[in-house]
């Protein structure tokens, strides 16, 4: 990878639409750019992260580390030349505090079918 040499990069949601495609520096680091993911998220889909920290992104079968830059994490540079390198954005479910989590547990249990098959 030269050392100027722009990436272009896009993300790919879980739903199969496209963040990008845009153009990055090899020195990058992750997390910046989780935050331009972040920025860029389609208001009103489900799902959105709240943080950095809700989202992995997946390169080549790659979780990609936060504090890597896109040069450490050896990002391949596209077969084509001037090829769009597509990441795959993983958004976290959203873990719940104790409060909520014991207000699910107080719920009435609905009655359930007691079929056994002999």
Known sequence: ????ELLELKFR?????????HKYAPAATIATLKENILA??????????????????????RILENNKTLADSRVPVGEVPGGVIT???????????????KQLTD?????????TIM
């Open 1 to 4: 990878m030269a050392g100027g």
């Open 13 to 21: 949601l879980n739903d199969g639409t496209d963040i990008g495609p």
């Open 40 to 61: 860029k998220w389609p208001q009103g889909k489900e799902n959105a992260p709240k943080t950095i920290n809700d989202m992995k992104l997946i390169n080549a079968g």
């Open 87 to 101: 990441m795959l954005v993983v958004v976290h479910p959203q873990l719940l505090n104790k409060k909520e989590e």
């Open 107 to 115: 719920l009435p249990k609905k009655d359930r079918c007691s079929c």
